[in-house]
């Protein structure tokens, strides 16, 4: 079982910035990746950034050269930095961890980009 703990949303303007942050807990040892999706009511949750245990990233496209994931395991937590802020990222992110065959989801937490 992992338990995952999102903090860091809120309401920003335009090309402002949030981090956002997943606290991990738990057989944080098995998760093999661990990353980010958001979700809106128009569209399906769609990966947002991901790391995978062994280092490397991959992001979505829309996001490319604004948004920064990374973590920090001395406290379990994974971050994500997201700088240069649309309207169009206004969505709940989620974190997201594979553990083998096994998906854990955090309860989310609201973007809200104004124009």
């Not at 999102?6 to 093999?32: H, K, P, T």
């Not at 050269?65 to 240069?84: C, E, P, W």
Request: charge should be neutral; hydrophobic fraction near 35%; aromatic fraction near 8%.
């Amino acid at each position: 079982q992992v338990q995952l703990a999102e903090s860091g949303g809120g309401s920003v303007q335009a090309g402002g910035s949030l981090r956002l942050s997943c606290a991990a807990s738990g057989n944080i040892d098995m998760i093999a990746a661990i990353g980010w999706y958001c979700h809106t009511p128009e569209k399906q949750r769609e990966l947002v950034a991901v790391i995978i245990s062994g280092g490397p990233t991959n992001y979505a496209d829309s996001v490319k050269g604004r948004f920064t994931i990374s973590r920090d395991n001395a406290k379990n937590t994974v971050y994500l930095q997201m700088n240069s802020l649309k309207p169009e990222d206004t969505a709940v992110y989620y974190c997201n961890a594979v553990v083998v065959t096994k998906e854990y989801w955090g309860q989310g937490t609201q973007v809200t980009v104004s124009s």
